[in-house]
């Protein structure tokens, strides 16, 4: 059997109220509608069905038992149908409980904490789950639907088609050193001045790595790298324990008393933009829409 076109979920709310609440006036009320709008959808309704479900005494509207049957069901419908839609956003992210963020290992001492404590009291039902990982592998996460949102270093140069920007902080790359090193007194750092030094790097997955890179490129040199590792964690720990000096965003400058980082000189100096990036079909999912606000946060 086919469903007459006039029957909407939109009229078996109404109908289903009216049921309840057996008054159009309460009806309209309970509903925001005009008692002519109630009117019109019952008796659309009824049409639609192509069986009375009402009588009329006067101005008033009395349900026969066809109107009682079909309420049973129609109420059945219409949960069906939210819960349906509700599983449905849920899957594909939108307002569910949990919202999954992805970040840099380096945000981890003060923006992450700051970031979950504001999103926590903007909805303090939501559940967080971080991923930790490099530029390259959060980005690839995001666009595959695992991660719903990415705090990460953007390039302003490359564009993130269906994703959208939201600007947080901009950073500054330094010359890292064991504390006590020779460059422990100086003001500024000439990297020309370290052609003969051993430097530890991140990956290539990592931005700082790229940033690496990029400073020594202004530099006309590569330098000496000998050893590559996987996590900011770990390439402090090689600094501090003398393996190589390395060039590193401020941001981690709580992560090792044993760290100094000295300003490096201005026509090598690297910057780096942090920012909130989520798909762009998603920008109003309530929970999206909260830790957007939360991140506006950080350029006042």
């Keep these: 059997m086919q469903i007459d076109e006039q029957i909407t979920f939109r009229k078996l709310e109404v109908f289903l109220s009216f049921i309840e609440l057996g008054s159009m006036v309460r009806v309209a009320e309970a509903l925001d509608q005009s008692t002519v709008s109630v009117h019109r959808s019952l008796h659309s309704l009824e049409e639609g069905l192509r069986c ?32 349906g839609i509700q599983k ?61 949102a990415i705090v990460i270093v953007v390039d302003e140069k490359v564009g993130h088609s269906g994703l959208i920007t939201i600007p947080m902080f901009s950073d500054t790359m330094f010359f890292a050193a064991p504390v006590g090193s020779p460059y422990a007194r100086h003001e500024l750092i000439d ?56 060039l590193l965003p401020g941001r981690v400058a709580d992560f090792s008393p044993q760290v100094q980082l000295i300003p490096i000189a201005k026509p090598y100096m690297v910057s780096q933009r942090i920012a909130l990036l989520l798909p762009r079909n998603r920008e109003r999912d309530p929970n999206l829409l909260a830790l957007m606000a939360e991140c506006r946060m950080f350029r006042r």
Excluded: W
């Design 52 to 83: 009375p479900l009402f009588r009329r005494d006067g101005r008033k509207l009395i349900p026969l038992a066809a109107a009682y049957v079909f309420a049973e069901h129609a109420a059945r419908a219409v949960a069906e149908c939210t819960t």
């Design 88 to 148: 449905a956003r849920e899957t594909a992210g939108f307002g569910a409980a949990r919202l999954r963020i992805g970040a840099l290992y380096s945000l981890t001492v003060r923006t992450i904490p700051r970031l979950l404590i504001g999103l926590k009291t903007r909805r303090s039902e939501l559940d967080v789950d971080l991923t930790l990982s490099s530029n390259r592998d959060l980005l690839h996460k995001l666009e595959e639907g695992r991660l719903d």
């Design 191 to 246: 990297l020309q001045d370290l052609k003969d030094e051993n430097f530890v790097s991140l990956n290539d997955d990592f931005a700082t790595s790229h940033d690496f890179n990029r400073a020594f490129e202004l530099a006309g040199f590569k330098p000496r790298i000998v050893m590559r590792v996987g996590d900011i964690f770990s390439l402090t720990n090689l600094v501090s324990g003398g393996v190589g000096y390395s």
